[in-house]
């Protein structure tokens, strides 16, 4: 299976050599191959004969020796070939940052800032009163001096605590983040793959948070017919296995990691595209794939309720458009009171970053 969900793939606008330009196709095809160098590389040759890639002056082996001595690639002693390095991996964020992230700046997104005033981080246009307990950083001393000389003359300088001038700052807001990834077969089912976008955008998102809200916290779970989580750096080679869709097992372990988050600000974010199949039950798996089955429903939605109760919105990104499956993603937000999407693969990426944005500004004045 693994090759067949990128085998039609096609860049809209392919390089014409150099060492750059190909850089951003590897990158690309990385996140097709799960993070196997040297199937990316075997593409890129396959690509270059379709369609002259390279020329005389630079040729594929002068793009891989440049990716070995630019620490993009090391040998791979196991298995032969070639492995992907930290390097490879950060630019594989990065790049699937400035691919879906680029997009949101054009519409004047990323503001964090909640609406409350205080002893915060970034000053307003707030001025007022000293008040006990106020920090002295907040005082604005030019301002102070300046009251203090219309209040008390040009004489003896006399400066009192009601002269005292103090600048309001913004507080602004910490979240912390469940990125719940479906990694159940439907995925790549009847060829067209579905986890490749996902995995772009935890990665985009995981990338965001790391360089713009380090404050922030991002947790990715992955479930099948179980639920774990993954690091930031196995990302790259998320597969998909020969699942069922335990969306309960997801769900009880995003609640779990934020249960033991200290902040107030918490959700999930939900990408799959079909309707939850399976259960565990003991030792054993209970599953059912043909139509919505009442018992995995019901205890699905009893975890999104729960979930209401701990003050944790879901948002699900559902990529599937049957009328069946949206029934049960309405009824599933309804009861948990968060949001939903039914979203191509293609706005995929936009739709999350929105979100997370605004659901980033959620205490109110």
């Known amino acids: 299976m693994r090759g067949h969900s990128f085998s039609q793939y096609i860049p809209s606008e392919l390089p014409k050599g150099g060492f750059d330009e190909l850089l951003k196709l590897f990158l690309e095809l990385l996140n097709y ?35 070995k001595n630019k620490g993009y690639l090391s040998s791979d002693e196991d298995n032969g070939g070639f492995k992907i390095t930290a390097k490879t991996e950060q630019s594989i964020r990065k790049s699937a940052l400035e691919e879906i992230f680029g997009k949101l700046r054009k519409a004047g997104k990323g503001s964090h800032n909640t609406n409350i005033s205080g002893i915060g981080e970034e000053k307003n246009a707030d001025r007022r009163e000293f008040q006990f307990g106020d920090s002295l950083d907040q005082i604005d001393m030019t301002a102070s001096i300046h009251n203090a000389q219309i ?19 913004d507080y602004k807001s910490i979240s912390s983040t469940v990125l719940m990834i479906d990694i159940s077969h439907s995925m790549i ?24 809200y380090p404050k922030d916290t991002l947790d990715i779970v992955v479930f099948g017919n179980d639920a774990w989580p993954i690091t930031l ?46 259960l565990k039950e003991g030792g054993r798996y209970y599953k059912n794939s ?56 293609k706005g995929l990426g936009e739709y999350i970053f929105e979100d997370y944005i605004r659901n980033r500004r959620r205490t109110v004045r």
Not at 37 to 61: F, H, S
Request: aromatic share 8%.
């Open 33 to 67: 191959t799960s993070g196997d160098a040297n199937e990316a590389l075997t593409w890129m040759n396959e690509l270059d004969k379709q369609y002259n890639l390279t020329n005389d002056e630079y040729g594929m082996g002068d793009f891989i020796d440049d990716l």
């Open 290 to 345: 043909i139509g919505l089955d009442r018992k995995v429903v019901n205890k699905t939605l009893n975890k999104a309720a729960e979930c209401k109760r701990m003050n944790i919105p879901i948002t699900t990104f559902m990529i599937a458009k049957d009328p069946y499956l949206q029934q049960f993603v309405r009824e599933f937000t309804e009861i948990n009171g968060g949001k939903a999407f039914y979203s191509s693969l």
């Open 233 to 278: 750096k196995e990302l790259p080679y998320l597969q998909v296995g020969p699942y069922h869709t335990n969306t309960y097992a997801g769900l009880e372990l995003a609640a779990d990691i934020l249960r033991r988050r200290k902040t107030h600000n918490k959700q999930i974010f939900m990408i799959t595209d079909g309707k939850p199949t399976c």
């Open 151 to 169: 209040n008390h003359g040009l004489g003896d300088f006399t400066l009192t605590e009601r002269d005292l001038e103090v600048e309001e700052k």
């Open 189 to 212: 089912l009847y060829g067209e793959d579905r986890i490749t976008p996902a995995k772009k955008v935890a990665m985009a998102l995981a990338e965001l948070i790391k360089t713009k």
